[in-house]
């Protein structure tokens, strides 16, 4: 069964049509892609961009009968309330006289509203090419891809370890796909903790999968009788279904760092352990220390941040460390006294004001080329007043804080605008940490957030990704952790670093500099006084070197 055949289309019910017409969507070329169908809709299930014009587009599935004037009226309204230059209604049936004769009633007020039939549809799927696009791995990818088959042929498990922005999601929808050419009936399940995930995850690997295979959704929400093909799941949904027989070929965990060694993805794996296991991450560390190769191996193929930008990978970057509210005072104390690394944060670091980080980021503003930014910040109240006071700069009047806090749909409606230029800047929690492509990013600021080497590496990725007039990003980091001081000395000393290297065309080189110099010689020695320091606990203490020599 095709994913758009007559009778995917009549079979697949009011909840998987709109996931149908959303691949079809990609098929033909749309972009940013985003389902807001629910509740407070404003008669809007897809939102889509093409061409640089945003879409919005009203599903209507039904076992028979017509698609009335209704769905006309329903779909005029959203594309007033999202402000899309185009409106669709679709449908898997027909559409009644009524609904044509509105839409010829409305095109003389306005812009147009598209009738979309099931005729349509199967029309279109049968005239776009078998597969989404020609997908060509880099070098480094072919290498991940060979090292990683070699390993699931020779144990039935593979690790893959690539940085923010080098295309680990890529690397592993070409291991399904080499998969399905192989066994081309087999079953394949991509597994990750999350449900928005999941969903991202799905429209990812469109582009890697013949037409003719279908994919799903298995989720609290959706729970589908039919797992052939390709199921992206819930690791949660994923184990109900193994307990129920369910046994796919390949099995591939996303975000593979959530793996532990107890609990729900241990289970999974055990249940499925004649299934290859395939793991991909960006980020192995876990904050409880568990070391995730106990169920997925060694790496079998690694690429990290730092080697990536310095083979060209990924964008050079500016990198500037705020540490001008240094507490002096506490710096000589703590020659002479042991801090936990907590408390030594809490004292070291003075509060920096917004304003500060404002004036900051209007410079790097005016520097940049096409600037984007996103800002991070520790807690939501932050977010929303630092994106206020960022409102009241002309230039920045469309700021936008984005995070947990905000519905679904009104987070998805932001990240578009963003996406589409309508957003100069989005304030941020750790909404964007995984599985959001923004590629446009060429300013990142850390606003006073605490560090995590895991969520650090996922931030900083944000802005390291490519694109075709993108070359550096400038991050902007007012440090109030020490880690954070170590993890950038670290990326220092990475790129500073001789060997040699794959060099794809001539680079401009990073740069990492701190605001103030004495703060730099002094930290530097610390920080080698402290090798482990980037990931240490927060109970963790230290006791730095004398500061005489610095004040002489």
């Known amino acids: ?30 972009s940013d892609v985003s389902n807001i169908d629910g509740s407070g809709d404003e008669g809007g299930d897809i939102l889509a961009l093409h061409k640089g014009e945003t879409w919005v587009i009203q599903c209507k599935w039904k076992r028979h009968g017509a698609v009335g004037a209704d769905a006309v009226d329903e779909v005029a309204r959203a594309r007033d309330h999202y402000r899309a230059h185009k409106a669709v209604v679709v449908t898997n049936t027909r559409f009644s006289p009524d609904a044509r004769k509105r839409v010829a009633n409305l095109a003389r007020l306005g812009p147009g509203i598209l009738l979309w039939g099931g005729t349509d549809l199967t029309t279109s799927f049968d005239r776009v090419p078998p597969r989404f696009g020609q997908v060509t791995p880099r070098p480094y990818q072919t290498e991940a891809l060979q090292e990683l088959t070699a390993d699931l042929d020779a144990s039935g498990r593979a690790l893959l370890v690539l940085a923010t922005g080098l295309g680990k999601t890529v690397v592993g929808g070409e291991m399904i796909a080499a998969h399905l050419r192989r066994v081309p009936q ?9 449900k928005d995930l999941v969903q991202q995850l799905e429209r990812a690997l469109w582009r890697h999968l013949p037409k003719a295979v279908p ?19 819930t690791v949660g949904s994923a184990l109900s279904a193994a307990r129920f027989g369910y046994r796919p070929g390949l099995v591939m965990i996303d975000e ?30 876990r904050g409880d220390k568990h070391d995730i190769t106990h169920q997925l191996g060694a790496p079998s193929f690694s690429l990290g941040i730092e080697e990536g930008m310095r083979r060209g990978y990924l964008a050079q970057v500016d990198y500037r460390l705020f540490v001008d509210d240094i507490d002096w005072d ?19 670091f003075l509060p920096q004001r917004d304003e500060a980080i404002r004036d900051e980021l209007a410079n790097a503003w005016a520097g940049t080329r096409n600037p984007r930014a996103i800002v991070f ?37 932001r990240l578009l605008a963003f996406r589409a230029g309508e ?76 060997g040699e290297i794959e060099t794809l065309a001539k680079i401009t080189p990073s740069n990492i500099d701190f605001s103030d110099q004495k703060v730099a010689t002094l930290m530097d020695e610390w920080i080698k006084d402290a090798a482990s320091l980037e990931t240490a606990y927060d109970e963790h203490r230290l006791q730095f070197p004398s500061t005489r020599a610095h004040q002489e």
């Open 1 to 30: 069964m095709r994913f758009l055949d007559a009778a995917s289309l009549l079979d697949s019910g009011p909840l998987q049509f709109p996931r149908r017409i959303e691949r079809l969507l990609w098929h033909l070329g749309f």
């Open 186 to 194: 087999d079953q394949v399940l991509v597994v990750a903790h999350a």
């Open 215 to 233: 994919t799903r959704l298995l989720t609290g929400d959706t729970r589908p009788d039919d797992l052939s093909g390709l199921t992206c799941a």
């Open 256 to 285: 593979a760092h959530h793996v532990g060694e107890e609990g729900q993805y241990d289970e999974l794996l055990e249940l499925l352990s004649s299934a290859r296991h395939l793991g991909v991450t960006a980020t192995p560390w």
């Open 330 to 348: 506490i710096v000589r104390e703590a020659s002479d006294h042991s801090y936990g690394l907590a408390e030594l944060n809490a004292k070291l």
């Open 377 to 413: 910040c520790r807690t939501i109240e932050h977010a929303e007043r630092l994106a206020d006071m960022l409102r009241r700069t002309p230039l920045w009047s469309g700021a936008l804080a984005i995070h947990a806090g905000l519905a679904k749909r009104e987070r998805q409606n």
């Open 423 to 498: 957003v100069p800047i989005l304030t941020a929690i750790d909404i964007l940490n995984e599985g959001v492509d923004v590629p446009d990013v060429n300013i990142l600021c850390f606003a006073r957030v605490t560090h995590s080497r895991r969520i650090f590496v996922q931030q900083l990725g944000r802005g390291l990704r490519l694109r075709e007039g993108k070359e550096r990003v400038t991050v902007l980091d007012f440090v109030s952790d020490l880690r954070r001081i170590a993890a950038a000395l670290k990326l220092k000393r990475a790129l500073d670093g001789d």
